[in-house]
T-cell receptor, first 117, second 116 residues
């Protein structure tokens, strides 16, 4: 079945450093991928839509210079949290649409838990 | 305005019983899709079931069924014969529009606990 691989699954970094998270569609191609953020005990909030070969589309309130998204190929999107600070600590999860009986269903990666010290 | 509302923060159910998780939605689109995902403590989001707004029959997937009441704008998830492994967070989500790769909007979730 369709699988989305996300790496790393968890990362701890110092304040001020940058962290890159990779999202790969393993057995299907994805021209579009979605990056979500989830704070503890809360729902998923869409951060941005990653578009292969073009710029990402960011949701209102999401700093594009802070959260750099690159969709380098039809199977890879990356999210880079630049100059990370403790308030960026969160669970980041990517997803890609796949066909499900004619409908587009988002398949999610396992998520990346970021802790900024 | 909240597009997806899940009014049950937590539910406790005895093993083998059926459980209904509530979800109401708000949209002015005629074409939309409704989804349910399960999120265990590991954090992954597992797709459970999908209902299109034009689908006349309620969707079913094994022990999962979606009680779609279009006029009431509700899309409740029914889990039959609950199992201990069903304990998790459950999210209802909606996609507006037809086709393409539109984004999903999620509800606040319901934490389901199955008691032995």
């Amino acid at each position: 079945g369709a699988v989305v691989s996300q790496h790393p699954s968890w990362v701890i970094c110092k304040s001020g450093t940058s962290v890159k998270i990779e999202c790969r569609s393993l057995d299907f191609q994805a021209t579009t991928m979605f990056w979500y953020r989830q704070f503890p005990k809360q729902s998923l909030m869409l951060m941005a839509t990653s578009n292969e070969g073009s710029k990402a589309t960011y949701e209102q309130g999401v700093e594009k210079d802070k959260f750099l998204i690159n969709h380098a190929s039809l199977t890879l999107s990356t999210l880079t949290v630049t100059s990370a600070h403790p308030e960026d600590s969160s669970f980041y999860i990517c997803s890609a649409p796949r066909d499900y009986s004619g409908a587009n269903v988002l398949t999610f990666g396992a998520g990346s838990r970021l802790t900024v010290l | 305005a909240q597009k997806i509302t899940q009014t049950q923060p937590g539910m406790f159910v005895q093993e083998k019983e059926a459980v209904t998780l509530d979800c109401t939605y708000d949209t002015s689109d005629q074409s939309y899709g409704l989804f349910w995902y399960k999120q265990p403590s590991s954090g992954e989001m597992i797709f459970l079931i999908y209902q299109g707004s034009y689908d006349e029959q309620n969707a079913t997937e094994g022990r999962y069924s979606l009680n779609f009441q279009k006029a009431r704008k509700s899309a409740n998830l029914v889990i039959s014969a609950s199992q201990l492994g069903d304990s998790a967070m459950y999210f209802c989500a909606m996609r507006e529009g037809r086709g393409g790769a539109q984004k999903l909007v999620f509800g606040q979730g319901t934490r389901l606990t199955i008691n032995p």
